[in-house]
């Protein structure tokens, strides 16, 4: 059974940073993708960001509205996905999801299968 978790949401304020954690256990997490989805009350989930570990450098995908703001990464000695999230933004505010075991050419959260309960990111102005 795969479990996925994330961690690190909270409250900021405008400006701020925060960086959200991801560890996926149950099956083979080497060859796969990653992707951080969210969710804001009232509006379809999207995809943030999602990082390609089939490719040998890693290719990664970031929505117009966090590129240059957000950065995937993932650390193979921990096991573990990051999204660092700086100049973070009132419009940011919203329930960010990981997931995993999806196509690693795909930022669609219809693509991916195993995903983690949520942490909440709030951003005031």
């Known amino acids: 059974q795969v479990q996925v978790v994330e961690s690190g949401g909270g409250s900021v304020q405008s400006g701020g940073s925060l960086r959200l954690s991801c560890t996926a256990s149950?099956?083979?997490?080497?060859?796969?993708?990653y992707g951080w989805f969210r969710q804001a009350p009232g509006k379809e989930r999207e995809g943030v960001a999602c990082?390609?570990?089939?490719?040998?450098?890693?290719?990664?995908y970031y929505k117009d509205s966090v590129k240059g703001r957000f950065t995937v990464s993932k650390d193979n000695a921990k096991n573990t996905v990051y999204l660092q999230m700086n100049s973070l933004k009132p419009e940011d505010t919203a329930l960010y999801y990981c997931?995993?075991?999806?196509?690693?050419?795909?930022?669609?959260?219809?693509?991916?299968?195993?995903w983690g309960q949520g942490t909440q990111v709030t951003v005031s102005s």
């Open positions: 997931a995993t075991g999806g196509n690693p050419f795909s930022c669609q959260p219809t693509e991916y299968d195993y």
């Open positions: 149950g099956f083979n997490v080497e060859y796969n993708a």
């Open positions: 990082i390609n570990i089939i490719s040998n450098d890693g290719s990664t």
